[in-house]
């Protein structure tokens, strides 16, 4: 009998996906009525895309704050040279990819820093699941508070060179994110892209471990989420389960977390551990660290903060993407773009711009400075994040400091 809900065409394009019996006719219906967030659009989140997009999700949420460039092409499979030629912001271009694959899909693209206030609350309202592909342990750690504060499954991922590992988290069942590998402090010497590189095929390993998990919980096959870390190399080729501790009765996120709506995993399905698991997060970045290199009183990390002190302060630091030379930077007052653009031009820049940001090329050694609408300024080539504010407020404020 036809899955009541499912056009004929619906029911044609998802027919394999539905004679998997543990999906069927009632887990498709249940995957169309759901909603997701993919947390960054990077490698990780593009492959998660397309697997929730092609399994028939009925909503996305895409958030992501960086744009795309052609060292992106290697790994990140929503992306093509169009794209890096205009410079699209990452959500916007995989959101248009979507919605080739699929033209029934609703898909939302939101271009912001997703620890900016208000911002995840907005991207995660009514979403049943929380994707992770992010590069950063401070964006990581705010996904983790959020949904274990209201009861949302976060899918965690990394990937650093040829491994990665992946660990479904439930709220009210498992530990959360900080418990697994602690805070941004204890994330400092963990592998990223910038040391080792990435290679696309274990992007691939572990968006698939990601997405089975996923489809599993919005297909109605709750009680089935495995209950376990899985770090996996694909080079050379090694796979390994840990079992994930509970929600530990000390920590202030998992020991008081709501648990997942409808989950059919209660508390007492995991043991409680109130300790940490010896796990070194990979393809993740402390914002502190990055943003700076010691921390004297002559170093970068202090004179950001000596700057951000300061009441006349224009622009402050906020982070450090990972794969690059680029910090992020925070201007307390933006301008219209169309402003930014010209003053750029006067002073010797080779400007782009597109609906969606400014891209400025300075006249002297090989700097970028990147500038969306809602005052984010991404700063390619500066030697550190005391010189990064420096050409914002050049360039940008028009005094420098």
């Known amino acids: 009998m036809p899955a009541q809900g499912l056009s004929a065409e619906r029911r044609e394009r998802f027919s ?3 004679r998997f019996a543990p999906i069927g006719e009632n887990g498709q219906l249940a995957l169309v009525r759901s909603r997701v967030l993919i947390a960054g659009v990077g490698s990780l989140g593009c492959a998660l895309a397309q697997h929730m997009a092609r ?12 744009y795309v460039e052609w060292s992106n092409l290697q790994r990140q499979m929503l992306f093509d040279e169009d794209d890096a030629r205009q410079s699209l912001p990452k959500a916007v271009a995989a959101a248009e990819k979507l919605r080739r694959i699929d033209s029934g899909l609703a898909v939302e693209a939101v271009v912001a820093d997703l620890t900016a206030p208000g911002v995840l609350e907005q991207a995660a309202a009514g979403c049943d699941l929380v994707l992770d592909g992010t590069d950063n342990a401070a964006v990581r750690l705010r996904l983790s ?7 949302v499954p976060l899918l965690y991922g990394g990937v650093a060179g040829a491994s990665g590992m992946s660990a479904p988290l439930v709220p009210g069942a498992t530990c959360c994110l900080r418990c697994l590998i602690g805070g ?9 892209c910038d040391t080792v590189g990435m290679l696309s095929p274990a992007v691939e390993l572990v968006a698939a471990l990601q997405a089975a998990e996923a489809l599993k919980w919005l297909g109605g096959r709750r009680s089935e989420i495995r209950r376990t870390l899985v770090t996996a190399s694909v080079w050379p080729l090694s796979m390994r389960e840990l079992k994930l501790p509970g929600p530990s009765r000390l920590c202030p996120a998992c020991g008081k ?10 508390e007492g399905t995991l043991a409680r551990s109130g300790s940490k698991m010896a796990v070194a997060a990979i393809g993740s970045r402390s914002s502190a660290e990055e943003e700076a290199s010691g921390a004297g009183s002559g ?3 202090a004179a950001t903060a000596d700057a951000a002190r300061k009441p006349r302060r224009t622009a ?7 794969g690059r030379d680029t910090v992020q930077v925070e201007l307390s007052e933006p301008r219209p773009l169309e402003g930014y653009r010209r003053e750029l031009e006067a002073a010797g820049c080779a400007v782009m711009r597109n609906p969606y ?6 006249p002297h050694g090989g700097t970028r400075l990147v500038v969306f609408p809602d005052g984010r300024v991404l700063v390619q080539g500066a030697a550190d994040a005391v010189e990064a504010l420096r050409l914002c407020e050049c360039y940008l404020v028009g005094s420098s400091s």
Do not use: N, Y
């Open 184 to 192: 941004e402090e204890e994330q400092k010497s963990g592998d990223t």
């Open 145 to 151: 508070d959020w949904c274990f504060a209201h009861g």
């Open 16 to 18: 394999r996906q539905m």
């Open 357 to 362: 940001l400014l891209r400025a090329d300075l």
């Open 316 to 322: 402050v630091v906020s982070a450090v993407l990972c």
């Open 55 to 66: 399994a028939g999700v009925g909503s996305i949420v895409l958030a992501d704050r960086d």
């Open 257 to 266: 977390a709501e648990q997942a709506r409808g989950s059919g995993i209660g």
């Open 299 to 301: 170093s970068p990390a």
